[in-house]
């Protein structure tokens, strides 16, 4: 991979010269940030992108990248909204929601099934998104830790992690939350022990794991439909 | 990940034409394990077949015990109340293995078909004998990464104590499988030949000389469902994982049993051990020597020192020679509620 990089480095423009116009928006910390993320992922892209690609790359938008490679379409319904996509194979749901509908809730920590940073729900079940393809949620219903508000009204169980102070980064956070509710809708989580057992997959680098069992039955106590 | 064809699928009849037709083309069930290769490029595959849409998640009475879909969840089946109530042990082996979020994904034939693996494996700068050839691309036909065992002789403290060989000394990580073996189920198959159905105890298999292969299917065969016969261990079951952590991690060791009492004295049992072989690992001698004997210490203590007749440790898991006697010790005490 090392190798792919440097070959592929001198064809790349540098992005940040090409985009100033972002930096020459209103002042906001946060859209820089959001625009230096999305930028660093576009040139990681590149960077392990087939030579077959890099044709499709140099004629222009970075969107013209995915077209190069065979897509498939996909109908999936995501926190409500029913979406018509069209998906390479090899994307998976993570990818899909981050980087092509912009639903940066969802995190990827490990990437391989290890740390539950990515935990969405499928069907009312939660899963790993990174290790979903995309194309294997057709027809499905996702839920995101976007889709779990109603509207400003924060979700019960985001309420509680605020209350319970149950994080610290909050990196792990929203894989936490949602894993917590299912933890809930499934009956798992009638002691602090078995909270503990259900939420392994779940692994927060901060250690509030305390905080967090604490929250989480605390919203169990409280009841309710979640 | 490296780019890879797509088919979706209805039928086992499509799924099985499909994966058939084409090298390089494997089925995709929960993905948990196979698409984790496939980021590492251990695998790199010229299809996947999706066969999550086909119909075979069901599970049912049968006149004889249980059928489970082969595509039914880990966790449905963990959670399903006719296995709770006349299999606990399955029920224990799964909610032991990976995580809640990895048991809604994972399935009965996909948790069969993970890998038998170690880190060596997973590494293609490493030395493996298992990984076998590149399935697409430019390089397809050569090694996947240089051949060898680096496991022998280097980190292997997860790894072997029986059935290894001079290739390949990893282990099957299954908990669910364990379980199975214990519980003499058999495993129903249907491939481009026909349908047949074999022993679970004989579905895996030792590395020998092919450890790129871990079990007995053949090429395009599909695992369509597994049957658990009726037994009357459901008062005195239990799964004993020992592992690093408290929960989400491969076991060290792992010990499945079941057991039928009279007053105090084991009428049938069944045992298995994970973390100690290339496939769970059936103790037939230990269960021999308890049966019709009594729940004491001093016959666990001889029936598991039985168990480790031919146990070989590689360096880093020498201490494995003495954990697993101990383990069968324990899960026996408190299978019959003696300890």
Known sequence: MARYFCALIPHIKNPAMENEHITNEPESPHASRRSFLKQSSALAAFALTPPAAVAAVENGLDEKVAVAFEQQPLRVEINGVAQQLSVEPRVTLLDLLREQLHLTGTKKGCDHGQCGACTVHVDGQRVNSCLTLALTTEGAKVTTIEGLANGDKLHPMQEAFIKHDGFQCGYCTPGQIMSAVACIREGHANTPEEVREYMSGNICRCGAYANIVEAIMDVKKKGGQL | ?339
């Open chain 2, 1 to 339: 990940m490296n780019p890879f064809q797509f088919t979706r699928v209805s039928t086992p009849k499509a799924a099985i034409a499909a994966v058939t037709k084409e090298s390089g083309t494997y089925f995709l069930a929960g993905g948990t394990n196979l698409i984790d290769l496939v980021k590492r490029e251990v695998i790199i595959p010229e299809r996947l077949v999706d066969i999550n849409k086909l119909p075979l998640a069901t599970i049912e009475k049968t006149a004889t015990g249980i059928r489970i879909g082969a595509m039914a969840k880990n966790s449905a089946v963990a959670d399903h109340e006719l296995v709770k109530k006349h299999f606990p042990l399955l029920s224990m082996a799964l909610n032991a293995g990976a995580s809640a979020q990895l048991r809604n994904m994972a399935t009965v034939g996909g948790n069969m078909m993970q890998r038998t693996r170690c880190s060596y494996f997973y590494d293609t700068s490493m030395p493996c004998n298992k990984r076998g050839p590149v399935q697409s691309g430019p390089d397809k036909g050569q090694p996947n990464g240089p051949t060898g065992c680096r496991a022998i002789g280097g980190s292997n403290r997860m790894h072997a104590i029986f059935g290894a060989s001079g290739k390949c000394i990893a282990v099957h990580p299954s908990d669910m499988c364990i379980a199975l073996a214990a519980l003499d189920a058999t495993v129903n198959i249907s491939g481009p030949k026909g349908d047949r159905s074999v022993p679970f105890s004989e579905f895996h298999r030792l590395p020998g000389d092919m450890p790129q292969k871990d079990n007995t299917l053949a090429p395009g065969e599909l695992i369509m469902s597994v049957d658990v016969p009726t037994n009357a261990f459901s008062e005195h079951s239990y799964y004993l994982k020992v592992r690093d952590r408290a929960s989400y991690a491969f076991a060290l060791v792992s010990v499945g049993v079941g057991i039928s009492m009279k007053g105090k004295t084991i009428q049938d049992i069944r045992l298995a051990m994970g973390g100690v072989a290339h496939k769970p690992w059936r103790l037939k001698e230990a269960e021999q020597f308890l049966k019709g004997k009594e729940a004491t210490e001093a016959n666990f203590k001889q029936a598991a020192k039985l168990t480790m007749t031919g146990a070989k440790g590689y360096g880093e898991n020498d201490f494995k020679l003495t954990l697993a006697p101990n383990s069968i010790v324990e899960a026996l005490q408190v299978a019959t509620k003696t300890a």
